[in-house]
Nanobody
Framework: QVQLMESGGGSVQAGGSLRLSCTASGYYGGYCIGWFRQALDKERERVATIWTLGSLAYYADSVKGRFTISQDTYNSTRYLQMNNLKPEDTAIYYC???????????????????WGRGTQVTVSS
């Protein structure tokens, strides 16, 4: 099993930055890990993924050029650096892992089987 814990959410004004962290435990090996988000009254959206044993990352079009996913493999921690935040980025952000497959350029194929509890990000205009 993979246990995931997020941190780093908060409130920021438009144009600001936040960095989310996700610490994983309980599973050792290669798997796809990334971030989803869900805004109030909206469907959950895939944001970004990265393979735990590599560096290739994939992003939703809505965040490309603004968000960067990275990792510290020694500490089993992944980060989502979010720059130039917009009010529409307001959501609960979930760290999620898929041990059943790989990361795909087509994020719609990303189907996690482990989830963190989420952290709130609020961007005010």
């Amino acid at each position: 099993q993979v246990q995931l814990m997020e941190s780093g959410g908060g409130s920021v004004q438009a144009g600001g930055s936040l960095r989310l962290s996700c610490t994983a435990s309980g599973y050792y090996g290669g798997y796809c890990i990334g971030w989803f988000r869900q805004a109030l009254d909206k469907e959950r959206e895939r944001v970004a993924t990265i393979w735990t044993l590599g560096s290739l990352a994939y992003y939703a079009d809505s965040v490309k050029g603004r968000f960067t996913i990275s990792q510290d493999t020694y500490n089993s921690t992944r980060y989502l650096q979010m720059n130039n935040l917009k009010p529409e980025d307001t959501a609960i952000y979930y760290c999620a892992a898929s041990t059943d497959g790989y990361c795909y350029r087509d994020l719609s194929r990303y189907e996690p089987n482990y989830w963190g509890r989420g952290t709130q990000v609020t961007v005010s205009s």
